[in-house]
């Protein structure tokens, strides 16, 4: 079964542009997360979508959004970028139960100038 | 809010040593715990979780961890540490009040050192 995939993997942007990123679940998982990765931060949620719907959303502005797909797949949308915003993109895949881990692609690494 | 703790940033440790990556967590209700590990350039790989039972779980590539409730303490073990470990060790909680979200810990990087 293939696992999560991301494109692009690698992107460069200017400060104000904005960017879509690209996520495909693994076949059968029906929740898609997001997770902003950055040395000083760490690990954090931006959003779940479930069956085309945002179930959850962490605590990150108005220019981070999102949307899924009726086949799952999900894209995350950053407008006006700033430099902070750079940073490793992670999506993450599972069944839709509380007891199931998430199965993470390799990520996208976003870098703002 | 749940969240969890990883009180060391490196953990360094001989090659055939064991080893442990700590790990504290702190919780409302029963804690459903996991375990990443993340290479270079890489996304997050999945090692082990606890959701109830037994308190040692096993987990992917000869990993282990305890689950201790009275310690707060969900700490990873390996009996024989492999140079291959040296990686970055996440710990994590399922945030139920945020659907299925996971609440990661800073992080510890492993290394092994032959």
């Known amino acids: 079964k293939a696992g999560v995939t991301q494109t692009p993997r690698y992107l460069i942007k200017t400060r104000g542009q904005q960017v879509t990123l690209s996520c495909s679940p693994i076949?059968?998982?029906?929740?898609v997360s997001w997770y902003q990765q950055t040395p000083g931060q760490g690990l954090q949620f931006l959003f779940e979508?479930?069956?085309?719907?945002?179930?959850n959303k962490g605590n990150f502005p108005g220019r981070f959004s999102g949307r899924q797909f009726s086949n799952s797949r999900s894209e995350m949308n950053v407008s006006t970028l700033e430099l902070g915003d750079s940073a490793l993109y992670l999506c993450?895949?599972?069944?839709?139960?509380?007891?199931?881990?998430?199965?993470f692609g390799p990520g996208t690494r976003l870098t703002v100038l | 809010a749940q969240s969890v703790a990883q009180p060391e940033d490196q953990v360094n440790v001989a090659e055939g040593n064991p080893l442990t990556v700590k790990c504290t967590y702190s919780?409302?209700?029963?804690?459903?715990l996991f375990w990443y590990v993340q290479y270079p350039n890489r996304g997050l790989q999945f090692l082990l979780k606890?959701?109830?039972?037994?308190?040692l779980v096993k987990g992917s590539y000869g990993f282990e961890a305890e689950f201790n409730k009275s310690q707060t303490s969900f700490h990873l073990k390996k009996p024989s540490a492999l140079v291959s470990d040296s990686a970055l060790y996440f710990c994590?909680?399922?945030?139920?009040?945020?659907?299925?979200?996971?609440?990661f810990g800073k992080g510890t990087s492993l290394l092994v050192t032959p």
């Open positions: 993450a895949s599972s069944p839709d139960s509380s007891y199931n881990e998430q199965f």
């Open positions: 076949s059968g998982h029906r929740s």
């Open positions: 979508y479930f069956s085309e719907t945002q179930r």
């Open positions: 919780v409302s209700g029963n804690p459903y």
């Open positions: 606890y959701i109830t039972g037994d308190n």
């Open positions: 994590a909680v399922r945030d139920i009040n945020s659907g299925y979200a996971l609440n």
